[in-house]
């Protein structure tokens, strides 16, 4: 399981083994020994998919790249000519942005990748945030990043996240998180992109509950069970 997905959620685990909770976590203690895996909050990640991964932009855009060029192609036929759009850091953002490159619109982002994605696209004004430079993730961060977004508007934003569970939408460092929060607080629609490997698991630092987003876009592998949990939030569902 491991070898097709970077994160097997617990429930999933007992659920396939037909295992008990306990067992399972025994055996993941063991696994986690022999240096197979690694265990986090909520089940198990590939010891390949350690953390240094996670904030990476290279790694992250090579995997499921089927699935985030369909959510991107979907999430960016949302965005109507004229609005002011603000692009988080994410791979599946960076996609969503190919996709907007003949458009007319005016562009906020911290994310270096995206701001090149729109170097010859004439007809899209960008802004860029300033901030602190997060090298592998090639976004800007930090107190300055943040206190720029917090002086702005925008009509929608289009985010990606690390993890989805009952609880809210969370990432993976403080650092990413702070601005992103400044994102959702100054736009008016909000439209969070996730493939389906990212639901039933938390990642480090809580974001935000689920009824921030107005629109969850993501991909045909989401499990029913999480798709209503986010339609009993009140939040709209798109699968691509």
């Not at 911290?110 to 090639?138: K, M, W």
């Not at 990043?145 to 690390?162: F, K, R, T, Y």
């Not at 509950?209 to 999480?226: G, I, T």
Request: hydrophobic share 45%.
């Amino acid at each position: 399981m491991l070898e097709s997905q970077e994160f097997v959620d617990l429930e999933t685990l007992t659920r396939e083994l037909e295992a008990s909770e306990s067992s399972v976590r025994r055996d993941l203690a063991s696994l986690e020994t022999e240096g197979v895996l690694k265990r986090v909050y909520g089940g198990a990640m590939a010891a390949q998919a350690s953390s240094s991964h996670l904030l990476d932009f290279a790694w992250q855009s090579s995997r499921m790249g089927e699935e985030k060029q369909r959510i991107a192609t979907l999430a960016a036929g949302l965005i109507e000519d004229g609005q002011t759009v603000l692009l988080d850091g994410g791979s599946t953002v960076a996609l969503a942005a190919r996709e907007l490159v003949n458009r007319s619109l005016h562009v906020m982002t911290n994310s270096l990748p995206i701001a090149d994605i729109f170097a010859d696209a004439r007809q899209i004004e960008v802004t860029l945030t300033g901030g602190y430079l997060y090298p592998r993730l090639r976004a800007m961060v930090g107190p300055l990043c943040e206190q720029m977004l917090s002086g702005v508007s925008a009509d929608v934003l289009i985010m990606g996240i690390g993890g989805v569970t009952e609880a809210g939408f969370s990432n993976n460092n403080t650092l990413v998180v702070g601005p992103e929060r400044r994102m959702i607080e100054v736009s008016r629609k909000v439209i969070v992109v996730a493939d389906h490997t990212k639901f039933g698991r938390a990642a480090m630092i809580p974001l935000a509950p689920l009824n921030v987003a107005d629109v969850v876009v993501s991909d045909a592998a989401l499990e029913p069970r999480h798709r209503q949990m986010l339609e009993a939030a009140e939040v709209q569902v798109l699968l691509a």
